[in-house]
Protein backbone atom coordinates (compact mmCIF):
# COMPACT_ATOMS: atom_id res chain seq x y z
CA UNK A 1 0.00 0.00 0.00
CA UNK A 2 1.51 3.09 -0.62
CA UNK A 3 1.26 5.84 1.85
CA UNK A 4 1.87 9.80 1.84
CA UNK A 5 4.27 9.07 4.30
CA UNK A 6 6.56 6.27 4.64
CA UNK A 7 6.28 3.86 7.36
CA UNK A 8 10.02 4.59 8.31
CA UNK A 9 9.96 8.35 8.10
CA UNK A 10 10.99 9.91 10.92
CA UNK A 11 8.01 12.26 10.33
CA UNK A 12 5.88 9.21 11.65
CA UNK A 13 8.11 9.37 14.56
CA UNK A 14 7.01 12.67 15.29
CA UNK A 15 3.63 12.71 14.41
CA UNK A 16 2.85 9.63 16.40
CA UNK A 17 3.50 10.72 20.17
CA UNK A 18 1.32 13.49 21.74
CA UNK A 19 3.63 14.91 23.70
CA UNK A 20 5.53 16.02 20.67
CA UNK A 21 2.09 17.21 19.12
CA UNK A 22 1.61 19.16 22.04
CA UNK A 23 4.43 21.46 21.91
CA UNK A 24 3.62 21.36 18.12
CA UNK A 25 0.50 22.81 19.30
CA UNK A 26 2.19 24.99 21.74
CA UNK A 27 4.28 26.71 19.46
CA UNK A 28 1.69 27.17 16.70
CA UNK A 29 -0.86 28.77 19.22
CA UNK A 30 1.67 31.27 20.11
CA UNK A 31 2.93 32.02 15.92
CA UNK A 32 -0.71 32.24 14.89
CA UNK A 33 -1.77 34.97 17.27
CA UNK A 34 0.63 37.39 15.88
CA UNK A 35 -0.14 36.22 12.04
CA UNK A 36 -1.09 39.17 10.00
CA UNK A 37 -3.72 37.00 8.69
CA UNK A 38 -5.15 36.06 11.85
CA UNK A 39 -8.21 37.85 10.84
CA UNK A 40 -9.49 35.42 8.57
CA UNK A 41 -10.84 32.99 11.26
CA UNK A 42 -12.03 35.53 13.23
CA UNK A 43 -14.42 36.94 10.02
CA UNK A 44 -15.87 33.13 10.47
CA UNK A 45 -15.83 33.36 14.53
CA UNK A 46 -14.56 29.61 15.24
CA UNK A 47 -11.34 30.88 15.90
CA UNK A 48 -12.27 32.85 19.10
CA UNK A 49 -15.23 31.18 20.28
CA UNK A 50 -12.84 27.94 20.33
CA UNK A 51 -8.70 28.53 20.08
CA UNK A 52 -8.07 25.20 21.35
CA UNK A 53 -10.58 23.32 19.24
CA UNK A 54 -9.73 25.38 15.92
CA UNK A 55 -5.87 24.77 16.54
CA UNK A 56 -6.08 21.05 17.88
CA UNK A 57 -8.10 20.57 14.62
CA UNK A 58 -5.44 21.50 12.28
CA UNK A 59 -3.22 19.99 14.02
CA UNK A 60 -5.60 16.58 13.73
CA UNK A 61 -5.31 17.32 9.93
CA UNK A 62 -1.75 17.31 9.63
CA UNK A 63 -1.53 14.03 11.56
CA UNK A 64 -4.21 12.63 9.35
CA UNK A 65 -2.38 12.83 6.47
CA UNK A 66 0.91 12.08 8.30
CA UNK A 67 -0.58 8.17 8.43
CA UNK A 68 -3.22 8.44 5.58
CA UNK A 69 -2.61 6.43 2.33
CA UNK A 70 -1.49 8.73 -0.60
CA UNK A 71 -5.08 8.69 -2.06
CA UNK A 72 -6.71 9.59 1.36
CA UNK A 73 -3.99 12.35 2.39
CA UNK A 74 -4.43 13.68 -1.38
CA UNK A 75 -8.19 13.47 -0.83
CA UNK A 76 -8.05 15.91 2.68
CA UNK A 77 -5.81 18.34 1.11
CA UNK A 78 -8.19 18.71 -1.45
CA UNK A 79 -10.31 19.09 1.40
CA UNK A 80 -9.04 21.61 3.60
CA UNK A 81 -8.59 23.81 0.18
CA UNK A 82 -12.28 23.48 -0.87
CA UNK A 83 -13.37 24.76 3.16
CA UNK A 84 -11.17 27.61 2.83
CA UNK A 85 -12.26 28.59 -1.04
CA UNK A 86 -15.73 28.34 0.67
CA UNK A 87 -14.93 31.03 3.60
CA UNK A 88 -13.08 33.48 0.71
CA UNK A 89 -16.55 32.90 -1.69
CA UNK A 90 -18.34 33.93 1.69
CA UNK A 91 -16.23 37.45 2.33
CA UNK A 92 -15.82 38.29 -1.03
CA UNK A 93 -11.84 38.01 -0.66
CA UNK A 94 -8.94 35.71 -1.22
CA UNK A 95 -6.85 34.62 1.46
CA UNK A 96 -3.20 35.79 0.28
CA UNK A 97 -0.67 32.74 -0.67
CA UNK A 98 1.77 34.16 1.81
CA UNK A 99 -0.81 33.33 5.04
CA UNK A 100 -1.26 29.45 3.56
CA UNK A 101 2.24 29.22 3.73
CA UNK A 102 2.81 30.33 7.04
CA UNK A 103 0.49 27.91 8.62
CA UNK A 104 3.01 24.75 6.77
CA UNK A 105 6.10 27.01 7.54
CA UNK A 106 4.64 26.11 11.54
CA UNK A 107 4.24 22.58 10.81
CA UNK A 108 7.94 22.34 9.53
CA UNK A 109 9.66 24.43 12.18
CA UNK A 110 7.36 23.43 15.16
CA UNK A 111 7.86 19.76 13.96
CA UNK A 112 11.55 20.23 14.35
CA UNK A 113 11.97 22.02 17.16
CA UNK A 114 8.95 19.86 19.22
CA UNK A 115 10.81 16.48 18.70
CA UNK A 116 14.69 17.81 19.63
CA UNK A 117 13.31 19.23 22.50
CA UNK A 118 11.73 15.98 24.04
CA UNK A 119 13.68 13.50 21.94
CA UNK A 120 17.06 14.02 20.07
CA UNK A 121 18.42 16.67 17.48
CA UNK A 122 18.14 15.71 13.63
CA UNK A 123 20.00 15.41 11.24
CA UNK A 124 20.17 17.48 8.20
CA UNK A 125 18.66 14.01 6.07
CA UNK A 126 15.78 14.03 8.60
CA UNK A 127 14.97 17.96 8.29
CA UNK A 128 15.08 17.69 4.42
CA UNK A 129 12.62 14.60 5.35
CA UNK A 130 10.17 16.64 7.50
CA UNK A 131 10.27 19.28 4.66
CA UNK A 132 9.87 17.20 1.91
CA UNK A 133 6.39 16.26 3.67
CA UNK A 134 5.24 19.28 4.15
CA UNK A 135 6.40 20.59 0.65
CA UNK A 136 4.23 18.30 -0.76
CA UNK A 137 1.09 19.33 1.37
CA UNK A 138 2.05 22.66 0.16
CA UNK A 139 1.97 21.88 -3.61
CA UNK A 140 -1.01 19.76 -3.32
CA UNK A 141 -2.98 23.09 -1.81
CA UNK A 142 -1.86 25.24 -4.86
CA UNK A 143 0.84 27.11 -2.63
CA UNK A 144 3.62 29.20 -5.00
CA UNK A 145 6.84 30.31 -4.37
CA UNK A 146 7.81 27.44 -2.21
CA UNK A 147 11.59 26.40 -1.99
CA UNK A 148 12.94 22.90 -3.74
CA UNK A 149 14.57 21.66 -0.38
CA UNK A 150 15.16 22.46 3.47
CA UNK A 151 18.30 24.66 3.26
CA UNK A 152 16.02 26.72 0.90
CA UNK A 153 13.92 27.37 2.96
CA UNK A 154 15.35 28.66 5.94
CA UNK A 155 15.75 32.04 4.40
CA UNK A 156 12.39 31.67 3.24
CA UNK A 157 11.46 31.32 6.87
CA UNK A 158 13.87 34.34 8.01
CA UNK A 159 11.88 36.13 5.56
CA UNK A 160 8.25 35.30 7.15
CA UNK A 161 8.87 35.90 10.45
CA UNK A 162 10.13 39.40 10.16
CA UNK A 163 7.56 40.58 7.85
CA UNK A 164 4.15 38.41 8.46
CA UNK A 165 3.80 38.20 12.21
CA UNK A 166 2.58 41.49 14.48
CA UNK A 167 1.56 41.98 17.67
CA UNK A 168 -2.05 43.36 17.10
CA UNK A 169 -4.89 43.71 18.83
CA UNK A 170 -6.44 39.99 17.88
CA UNK A 171 -2.89 38.69 19.06
CA UNK A 172 -3.98 40.15 22.64
CA UNK A 173 -7.88 38.91 22.34
CA UNK A 174 -6.71 35.25 21.41
CA UNK A 175 -4.02 35.39 24.83
CA UNK A 176 -7.05 36.31 26.61
CA UNK A 177 -9.19 33.05 25.20
CA UNK A 178 -6.80 30.78 25.74
CA UNK A 179 -6.62 31.66 29.36
CA UNK A 180 -10.32 31.93 29.50
CA UNK A 181 -10.27 28.01 27.94
CA UNK A 182 -7.27 26.95 29.75
CA UNK A 183 -7.24 28.44 33.32
CA UNK A 184 -4.89 30.32 34.89
CA UNK A 185 -2.20 27.40 36.00
CA UNK A 186 -2.40 25.81 32.30
CA UNK A 187 -2.27 28.74 30.48
CA UNK A 188 0.97 29.97 32.52
CA UNK A 189 2.38 26.15 31.65
CA UNK A 190 1.37 27.17 27.94
CA UNK A 191 3.54 29.92 27.79
CA UNK A 192 5.96 28.59 29.04
CA UNK A 193 6.01 25.52 27.29
CA UNK A 194 5.82 28.25 24.01
CA UNK A 195 9.18 30.01 25.44
CA UNK A 196 10.60 26.08 24.65
CA UNK A 197 10.13 25.82 20.93
CA UNK A 198 9.34 29.27 19.22
CA UNK A 199 11.94 31.24 17.54
CA UNK A 200 13.15 34.28 19.05
CA UNK A 201 11.50 36.61 16.55
CA UNK A 202 8.30 35.37 18.28
CA UNK A 203 9.62 35.75 21.74
CA UNK A 204 10.12 39.36 21.16
CA UNK A 205 6.68 40.28 19.63
CA UNK A 206 5.15 38.79 22.26
CA UNK A 207 7.84 40.03 25.06
CA UNK A 208 8.46 36.58 26.25
CA UNK A 209 11.43 36.18 28.25
CA UNK A 210 14.49 33.76 27.08
CA UNK A 211 14.02 31.73 30.29
CA UNK A 212 11.30 29.24 30.78
CA UNK A 213 10.36 27.58 34.12
CA UNK A 214 9.87 24.05 32.62
CA UNK A 215 13.46 24.38 31.36
CA UNK A 216 14.29 21.90 34.38
CA UNK A 217 11.59 19.76 33.91
CA UNK A 218 11.95 18.57 30.34
CA UNK A 219 14.50 16.12 31.56
CA UNK A 220 12.45 14.87 34.66
CA UNK A 221 9.38 14.21 31.82
CA UNK A 222 11.73 12.48 29.68
CA UNK A 223 12.42 10.40 32.65
CA UNK A 224 8.30 10.24 33.71
CA UNK A 225 7.72 9.30 30.46
CA UNK A 226 9.95 5.95 30.08
CA UNK A 227 8.01 5.03 33.31
CA UNK A 228 4.85 5.20 31.49
CA UNK A 229 4.10 7.98 34.14
CA UNK A 230 3.61 11.12 32.17
CA UNK A 231 -0.05 10.51 31.62
CA UNK A 232 -0.13 11.42 35.39
CA UNK A 233 1.87 14.95 34.09
CA UNK A 234 -0.84 15.37 31.39
CA UNK A 235 -4.25 14.98 33.16
CA UNK A 236 -3.12 17.74 36.03
CA UNK A 237 -2.07 19.85 33.44
CA UNK A 238 -5.34 19.65 30.53
CA UNK A 239 -8.63 20.20 30.16
CA UNK A 240 -10.43 17.14 30.89
CA UNK A 241 -12.23 18.06 27.47
CA UNK A 242 -9.37 17.69 25.60
CA UNK A 243 -8.00 14.36 27.24
CA UNK A 244 -9.26 12.24 24.73
CA UNK A 245 -8.66 13.82 22.14
CA UNK A 246 -4.98 13.49 23.18
CA UNK A 247 -4.83 10.69 23.92
CA UNK A 248 -6.09 9.21 20.28
CA UNK A 249 -2.98 11.62 18.77
CA UNK A 250 -0.91 9.12 19.65
CA UNK A 251 -0.19 6.40 17.38
CA UNK A 252 -0.72 2.41 18.86
CA UNK A 253 1.75 1.12 20.70
CA UNK A 254 2.40 5.09 22.25
CA UNK A 255 -0.25 5.74 24.58
Known amino acids: MLYFVEETSIVRKIWGKSDTILFIFAGAAAEFALNKAVDWLYYTGKLPADPLGRLFSTVQYAKGIVFATNEEALNTIDRIRKIHTAVETNRQSTIPDWAYRDVLFMLIH??????????????????????????????????????GNYTGWLPQRTAHLLTD???????????????????????????????????????????????????????????????????????????????????????????
Open 165 to 255: LENSEYTRDLFLQYKKHLGSMRFKVLTEAQKLVVPQRVKELLHFSDISFLSPAVPVYKVARLMKMDWLLKNMLLPSDYKKQINDLNEPGEK
Open 110 to 147: YSIASFELLERKLSEEEKQEVYDVFYRLGMRMGLTALA
